[in-house]
């Protein structure tokens, strides 16, 4: 074969590859909490084969558990990445961002004041706390640990309304079906519908980690290392940091 064939074989099989990084389906499914920022990384990566699937992480688990074909996971804690990682399913983890739980209340109502946990059943009243579900969606676990070591638990556990993912309850307040919510402070951040009120104290409750993984199925696919390479380069962190994540 002449050198010209060999170069021209070689551009070809090049071509090719690229080209099958490109369509190789990238799924990530990640926390109701990073919809917006994780859009952003996407476009920026610029492979249109990597598509965003939001829930809480306790959903995304147990699809992931269930067979759901996965390529990346995004928790909003550590439990819900442990548990896959005790079934083997994860691989490359690494802690990737942090966040900060805050009371939010709708941002064109009278906003009670709010300088310690024990205001806020005052501030309440006959109405209900917006919050995750508190024993699985991790903005609601997180919540109800704060609530407990600061001594409101007892008091409040009958007055809260529960919903299904941190957006969600993020939606509750917003639309004033909550009076008060315990949010994410980037959701708050985010929403020009809601306003924080007080950021709650990082001791009450265990930090609000992100880990990210490829799943062990993606673990050798050209697109979801390609991707989760992106994410952990100072470029992709940036963004998230841009949407107000504190990045490792």
């Known amino acids: 074969m002449s050198r010209l064939a060999l170069i021209l ?16 389906p990238v799924l990530v499914f990640a926390a109701a909490s990073t919809r917006d920022a994780m859009e952003d990384a996407i476009a920026a990566h610029g492979n249109q ?21 996965a390529s990346m996971f995004l928790s909003a804690n550590t439990i819900w990445a442990d548990e896959l990682d005790r079934a083997g399913l994860l691989a ?16 064109g109502a009278k906003a009670p004041s709010i300088t310690k946990a024990a205001d806020i059943s005052l501030a309440l009243g006959e109405e209900r706390l917006a919050m995750g579900e508190v024993k ?3 903005v609601g676990v997180y919540g109800r640990q704060a609530l407990t070591n600061l001594g409101v638990w007892d008091a409040l ?43 709650i104290p990082h001791a009450a409750h265990d930090p609000v980690l992100y880990p990210l993984a490829l799943t062990r199925t993606a ?13 952990a380069s ?3 962190r940036a ?3 841009r949407h107000g994540f504190e990045t490792d």
């Open 9 to 24: 074989a070689s551009l070809a099989m090049l071509a090719s590859s690229g080209l099958a990084l490109a369509r190789e």
């Open 49 to 69: 084969a990597v598509k965003g699937v939001y829930a809480a992480s306790s959903a995304l688990t147990r699809q992931i558990m269930d067979g759901a074909p």
């Open 92 to 107: 490359d983890r690494r802690d990737f961002l942090r966040n900060r739980l805050v009371v939010a209340a709708p941002a």
């Open 136 to 138: 699985s969606v991790p």
């Open 157 to 199: 556990r009958n007055r809260v309304a529960q919903a299904s993912n941190a957006r969600a309850v993020l939606l509750l307040v917003e639309r004033g079906e909550a009076p008060l919510g315990i949010i994410y402070a980037t959701d708050a951040r985010a929403s020009s519908q809601v306003r924080s009120l007080w950021s």
């Open 219 to 231: 673990a050798n696919k050209p697109g979801a290392t390609d991707f989760l390479r992106f994410l």
């Open 234 to 236: 100072s470029e992709g």
């Open 239 to 241: 963004i998230f940091a």
